[in-house]
Structure formats: C-alpha cells, structure tokens
C-alpha cells in the first residue's frame, strides 16, 4: 500500500532505533526519504537496511554549519519536504555534582539547540499544510536522578513545540511532539557499555512502567506517523508514547 506515495521526509537522527523504524515505514509506504546520523558505521548501515529508497548523509545534529549544509542538500535533492522528524538526541546520565559545564552544554546543544535551528532552517521548505515532529522525552515531566540537564533541555523542546507552532501556522505547518518512555533501542547499550549495569537499569525501570515493559521502536515510529500525516487538526500538542508512565 502506498499511503505515503510522492511524500518527502527528512529524518534528522535516522539511522538507528526510531528514526530507522520511522524511515522504513515511510518507505514502504512509497515515500522518499532522506536520514542522517554521525558514525560512518550507521551510516553504512542504514543504507544497508533501507536501500536505494533513501538518502543517508552524515550531518552533526548540533552543528549550525551542518544543519545549513543539509538545508541547502536537501533543497537540491528534493526541493521541498512534507515532514520534518527531528529526532537526534542523547542523554549522558550525570548525578548534579558530577555534571560540567561541558555535559551542560553538549545536553542543550544536542537536544534543544540543535533541534531549533533545524526547524529554522527547513521552515522555508516545507510544502504548506506539512508538518514538523519533535522527539521529546518522558524525562522532561518525570524528576529523573541522574537526567537533569537532559530532562531539561528536552522541557525546552517540548516549549518550543508549542512557540513553533504558533509561529508556523499561518503557512498551515503543524508542528507537535512525541515523547517516548523506555524504548528498546540501541542508545541503551551507548549509555551503558556495562551489559551487567544494563541489565539491572531495564529490570528497574520495567518496574516503573505501568505496562511492564519497554516500548519499541515501531511503536514510536507509528506515533510519529500519525501527528506527521493523519493529525491534520492537532498542533503544538505532546503525545506520549511510554506505557502510561507518565500519566498514571
């Protein structure tokens, strides 16, 4: 079924866990589809995984200079877009007397700074009536130990969505929020290279999850989807994906 047949997607952050997941589902559905990531190593990957259908290029989330690049790349390659899923975001677990001002500002710049540019920069190629998708977390409602520069700078995001939204709606472009919980994806590993501590942080917090267990990343993907395309009366809006943990 081609339900996104002649749609143009950028995912920044798609190379892995939900951006993947999200980019698959958007090719199946016929869409054209370009992601980024980092490391050369995923980057070969998802090319691997997604085939000729997408355009993989490497492009630092945080990097104004990157974003202005990809902006300029993705206006040659597509000219414009439908959806904007600016997903890239990383959490580096930090008690409060251990974190630096370099944690501080690599949190800020990954998860709020960069993502704002983003949608700056491609605002102007987006088709009217397209959307932009932020990826939140539950960390910006839960009090997380250990998160407070990240929980914080993904608060700001979620503000953003809201102050983007107003300011993108008289060219009808829907900007909202997915916020996942625990999802099984491989950042978890990137947190936590010990598989001993790994495994004791997911039997932690399965505990917390009213649903008992960790989402995927199809789940999210699905979210996603469903505010970028089918939402046509939604904006500014945070739609939580976390097995009830933030809500129950």
Do not use: C, H
Request: without cysteine; charged residues 20%.
């Amino acid at each position: 079924m081609n339900r996104y047949q002649d749609k143009k997607v950028v995912i920044i952050g798609g190379t892995s866990g939900i951006g993947l997941a999200t980019a698959k589902m958007l090719i199946d559905g016929g869409a054209r589809v370009l992601v980024t990531g980092r490391s050369q190593e995923g980057l070969e990957s998802a090319q691997q995984e997604l085939g000729d259908g997408a355009i993989v290029v490497s492009s630092d989330a945080r990097s104004l200079t990157d974003i202005d690049a990809l902006a300029a790349q993705v206006k040659t390659e597509f000219d414009t877009i439908d959806l904007l899923f600016v997903n890239a975001g990383f959490s580096i677990p930090t008690p409060l007397g251990s974190v630096t001002e370099a944690i501080y500002d690599e949190m800020f710049n990954l998860n709020a700074k960069g993502p704002f540019f983003a949608v700056q920069k491609f605002a102007s190629l987006i088709n009217r009536g397209g959307s932009v998708v932020l990826t939140t977390s539950v960390a910006n409602v839960k009090g997380l130990p250990g998160q407070a520069t990240y929980g914080a700078a993904k608060a700001a995001l979620r503000s953003l969505a809201r102050t983007l939204a107003v300011e993108l709606l008289p060219r009808a472009i829907r900007v909202n929020a997915v916020t996942p919980g625990p999802i099984d994806t491989p950042i978890l590993n990137k947190v936590f290279p010990d598989k001993a501590v790994v495994a004791q942080v997911r039997e932690k917090t399965i505990g917390m999850i009213p649903m008992k267990r960790f989402g995927t990343s199809e789940e999210i993907a699905k979210a996603v989807l469903y505010l970028g395309f089918d939402a046509t009366f939604t904006t500014g809006m945070e739609l939580p994906v976390d097995g009830g943990w933030s809500q129950l």
